[in-house]
């Protein structure tokens, strides 16, 4: 439970609420886990491999975004 501090995806104000102070947008967690360098890169090379899958991952963040 490090990651608590959330984002607002319209003005990026950084908050702990769920909901942005300013401009009420709901915020999302940018960091759910610790960054690790070596899963992004697993990452991109699975989209070099499997372009299809970008399409599915961009629509599952954009959930996330809207939730
Ligand atoms: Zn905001």
């Known amino acids: ?5 959330r984002k607002c995806p319209k003005c990026k ?5 769920e909901t942005c102070p300013r401009c009420g947008t ?9 960054f690790s360098p070596e899963d992004r890169y697993v990452e991109y090379r699975l ?5 299809q899958l970008i399409e599915k991952v961009t629509q599952r963040k ?3 975004h809207l939730l």
Do not use: Q
Request: aromatic content about 18%; hydrophobic content about 30%; glycine content about 0%.
């Open 1 to 5: 439970m490090r990651w608590r501090i």
């Open 13 to 17: 104000t950084y908050t702990l609420s």
């Open 26 to 34: 709901k915020t999302f967690v940018p960091h759910p886990h610790r």
């Open 47 to 51: 989209w070099s491999k499997y372009p």
């Open 62 to 64: 954009e959930k996330v």
